[in-house]
C-alpha cells in the first residue's frame, strides 16, 4: 500500500486547510486509515481515524469540533478538513493505513505511512 500525502501549507490562525491522502496499490476493503501529526520535538499524536466501509469517524482530543476525517471510495483518498486552526496545529501531517476496522489511535497499529505534509499556522 502506497499512501500520497498532500494539502499541507502556511495559513494564519483562525483560517483553514484541507489534506488529502490518496491510496494505491494492494488496498483491500476493510481497513482503517489515520492522521497523526508530529510536531517539532515532540512525539507523534493521533488526529483522527475513519472506518472506511462504514466512514466512522475518531478524533483526539486537541481537534475534536475543529477537523472532520472524510473520505472519497471512488478515489481511494481520505481527507482532513482542518478549521478554526491554532499555533499548536503546527506540525508534519501523515497519513496511515491499517487492514483492520475495529479503530485505534496506537501508531504501532498502523502498518503503512506517507511521507508527511507540512502545516504552518502563524499568527
Known amino acids: 500500500v502506497q499512501l500520497q500525502a498532500s494539502g499541507g501549507g502556511l495559513v494564519q490562525t483562525g483560517g483553514s486547510l484541507r489534506l488529502s491522502c490518496a491510496a494505491s496499490?494492494?488496498?483491500?476493503?476493510?481497513?482503517?486509515m489515520g492522521w497523526f501529526r508530529q510536531a517539532p520535538g515532540k512525539e507523534r499524536e493521533f488526529v483522527a481515524a475513519?472506518?472506511?466501509?462504514?466512514?466512522?469517524?475518531f478524533y483526539g482530543d486537541a481537534v475534536k469540533g475543529r477537523f472532520t476525517i472524510s473520505r472519497d471510495n471512488t478515489k481511494n483518498t481520505m481527507y482532513l478538513q482542518m478549521n478554526r486552526l491554532k499555533l499548536e496545529d503546527t506540525a508534519v501531517y501523515y497519513c496511515?493505513?491499517?487492514?483492520?476496522?475495529?479503530?485505534?489511535?496506537?501508531?504501532?497499529?498502523?502498518?503503512?505511512w506517507g511521507q508527511g505534509t507540512l502545516v504552518t499556522v502563524s499568527s
Open positions: 496499490g494492494r488496498t483491500v476493503k476493510t481497513h482503517l
Open positions: 475513519i472506518v472506511w466501509s462504514d466512514a466512522k469517524e
Open positions: 496511515s493505513w491499517v487492514a483492520r476496522d475495529i479503530p485505534t489511535w496506537l501508531e504501532s497499529a498502523y502498518d503503512y
